[in-house]
């Protein structure tokens, strides 16, 4: 599971979620981060690709460790 924040959110917790990075399909900049999930559905984040990939690359090698 990695933390992200999603796009153009409002308030406290700037709409901060918690994805499954199993489900992940791709991740593109187009230039806004877009994530696309294994059914399909598209999510747009604020952090930069690189990060979101940082993130899921530090939860799969805690997972293996």
Partial sequence: MI???KFNSD????GEFILNAEIIETIEETPDTVIT???GKKIIV???ME?????????KRAWFK
């Fill in 3 to 5: 933390k992200l924040t």
């Fill in 11 to 14: 308030g406290k917790k700037k």
């Fill in 37 to 39: 999930l294994t059914n």
């Fill in 46 to 48: 604020e952090e930069p």
């Fill in 51 to 59: 990060e979101v990939v940082r993130q899921v690359v530090k939860y």
